[in-house]
């Protein structure tokens, strides 16, 4: 263990809580630094910790129960969160059910005492020995999110432009990292949201870990990147260094070769069928996922090509008494996942071989010591028909030297001499086995660097082809935006259309060939406003246009206020025609701005769909009347104000 400390190139640390509680207040922790040239211990508080954490960025954070570190799992997941990408959270003494730290650290030689710094330099150098689990909250995917920087409520300028703007930044934005993912061939998923302009936000579903990513987290101007790791449905202890357990093997051989691997407690571990793959292939799968200690068929007598995987493994053999029925393999194979009956067969042949050996299984645990590997001692004692006592009596002893002499005749072999021999011969077996094996692995290495120059063409051409469906995708969206703005368009032709069939009418109007209508007489075309109101006098002026000269119709000529009146002076009209009374306030208006106005009992007046018409002669009579009517006003209007002066000037008389 020492020569794997001195051999470090990278930052282990160690933890250990000094004093307090993580629960309470201001806890202390006893911390060892591990490095290739040093060892450092400290004692430092929570937040120092934290701080040399993120400063320092060690690979490995050893400890000998995570919840030192956090209160309950939402805080250990903050606690995961805030680590550097590259740090890992170690549980030296193993997953959920952890072992007493001695203990782990009496079976990998590492030095222990009960003391907070003691314990904190044992966890740091097992997390250097790769011993214990990972802690992990995330998975490796990540989710990059691109959106607005900023509100796009009032800008600088009109509000219209400011929220394109912002839009506009952000699909650019969007497209910059859609580029550098391509760039650094990452698989991901790309969902947008459009808004006007371009997008509101991007988000980019990455199988990658932050580190791996071509992009930070950062927020500039119009945008802002978000980077967050997908969780976990909770917290996961994964080993460090994977281990091949030993397991328990069914093979159902044929033209389709079906595989299962369980474990020695009868879990299904995986399952696996091929019609292709030889013998040397399966034996590789096999060997990725255990050492076997048993290999079992479901039919007796056991099939030739069982007994050869038999012995490749130098496993125990299973078989039953007959073959076993098909209605007992589904029942005894209801919980599993399989895809066909071969996976089917082999699965049964290995839960009933585990079935056939569970006591023995459980009687060799419960007498197996706990420095000893239990599946190791069950392995030993199934394939050397020993007891569980004399397998732990000659794994004790195998260090002890030997004493007895050499004697000039070779004596009888004992038991265990035997099974040395026995040992050597398998040993021969398996080394010419595995030259086999890797001359067949050189062939398999060509083989992968062909399929490797394939893959790396075909992803080459994905890309490509990806490229190319983005293209379509954005000239599809160009097709649809020009396609609205054409029917955009087309409405505001039919508008201006309507508007140019109401302006012939008015011209029509105006002209004395207004056939239908005139008569041989003199016609003059007449503007109508329903309401004395503003909204009416410019819905009128907006639909025909209101003009100096114009002949306007009140249709409804009541109520209207000082405001709305000068709107109506404004316009300068040669004749308002009223229907109703006017209010004194418009009356005065009109009159001061020398508007004649008439009631509509007056003249002749003709409607024409949305248009009025009114003969000229009775225009001018009307016009001529109102003068009339005004020149005798004002001369009642200057005659009561000397009358008043008149009486003012007697009255000043009257006083002096």
């Known amino acids: 263990m020492n020569a794997r400390t001195n051999a470090l190139e990278s930052v282990v640390f160690g933890v250990d809580i000094q004093s307090g509680d993580i629960r309470g207040d201001a806890p202390s922790y006893a911390l060892v630094i591990l490095t290739e040239d040093e060892v450092e211990r400290d004692v430092v508080s929570y937040r120092k910790l934290m701080r040399l954490i993120n400063t320092r960025e060690p690979d490995l954070i050893g400890t000998d129960n995570a919840y030192e570190l956090a209160e309950d799992k939402n805080a250990l997941v903050h606690f995961l969160r805030s680590l550097p990408s590259q740090t ?46 990972e802690v992990a909250a995330f998975t490796n995917t990540t989710t990059i999110k691109v959106s607005r920087g900023r509100s796009t409520g009032k800008g600088g300028w009109s509000q219209d432009r400011y929220t394109r703007r912002i839009h506009g930044n952000v699909r650019k934005r969007a497209r910059e990292v859609e580029s550098a993912l391509d760039e650094a061939s990452l698989s991901y998923e790309m969902s947008v949201t459009e808004k006007y302009g371009g997008y509101s936000n991007a988000i980019f579903t990455v199988e990658a870990t932050p580190d791996e ?9 119009d945008t802002r990147i978000e980077i967050e790791r997908e969780r976990l449905d909770g917290i996961e202890y994964r080993p460090l260094v994977k281990r091949r357990d030993r397991v328990i093997v069914g093979i159902d051989p044929g033209t389709t070769t079906g595989v299962s691997i369980v474990s020695l ?62 209605d007992e393999k589904l029942h005894r194979t209801r919980e599993a996942n399989y895809e066909n009956d071969h996976e089917r067969d082999a699965l049964a042949a290995a839960l009933y071989a585990f079935d056939d050996h569970e006591d023995q299984f459980n009687r060799i645990s419960r007498k197996t010591p706990t420095q000893f590997d239990r599946e190791e001692i069950i392995a030993q004692v199934i ?274």
């Open 213 to 221: 990513l071509p992009v930070s987290q950062n927020r500039s101007g």
């Open 265 to 326: 407690d009868g879990r299904v571990l995986d399952l696996h069928s091929t019609r292709t793959a030889d013998t040397p292939a399966i034996i590789e799968w096999i060997i990725e996922r255990g050492r076997p200690v048993i290999v079992a068929a479901d039919v007796y007598p056991m099939p030739e090509t069982v007994e050869k995987f038999r012995r490749s493994f130098d496993a125990v053999g299973w078989n039953p008494s007959a073959d076993i029925p098909v």
């Open 383 to 656: 394939g050397s028909e020993q007891s569980v006592e004399a397998v732990l009596r000659e794994r004790t002893e195998d260090d002890e030297p030997e004493t007895s002499e050499q004697t000039e005749s070779a004596p009888e072999q004992t038991p265990e001499q035997r099974r040395i021999s026995e040992l050597e011969t398998q040993a021969d077996r398996l080394s010419t086995h595995i030259d086999t094996l890797k001359t067949k692995l050189s062939d398999r290495d060509e083989t992968i660097e062909e399929y490797k120059k394939a893959l790396t063409k075909a992803k080459r051409k994905e890309r490509q082809e990806a490229r190319e469906r983005r293209e379509v995708t954005r000239l599809k969206r160009e097709t649809e935006r020009l396609e609205r703005e054409r029917d955009e368009a087309r409405e505001r032709a039919e508008t201006l259309d309507t508007k140019l069939e109401q302006l012939k009418r008015l011209w029509k109007l105006d002209h004395s060939n207004f056939a239908g209508v005139a008569e041989s007489r003199d016609l003059v075309s007449v503007k109508i406003i329903e309401q004395f109101t503003k909204r009416s006098i410019e819905a009128t002026a907006e639909e025909y246009g209101l003009v100096s000269g114009d002949v306007i119709y009140l249709r409804d000529a009541s109520g209207a206020g000082k405001s709305t009146a000068q709107r109506l002076v404004d316009v300068k009209p040669r004749l308002v025609i009223r229907e109703g009374g006017l209010s004194d306030i418009a009356s005065e208006l009109l009159f001061d701005a020398e508007i004649p106005v008439t009631p509509a009992e007056a003249v002749s007046l003709q409607e024409i769909d949305e248009l009025a018409v009114a003969p000229e002669d009775d225009i001018l009579a009307a016009i001529a009347e109102w003068h009339d009517r005004a020149e005798k006003r004002e001369h009642e209007q200057k005659s009561s104000m000397v009358d008043q002066i008149i009486s003012e000037h007697r009255a000043d008389g009257q006083r002096g």
């Open 88 to 133: 890992t959270l170690v549980q030296v003494t193993g997953a959920e059910k952890p072992e007493p730290l001695s203990r782990v650290a009496s079976r990998h030689g590492v030095p222990y005492g009960k003391k907070p710094m003691k314990e904190a330099e044992a966890a740091a150098r097992l997390a250097a020995g790769n011993v214990g689990s």
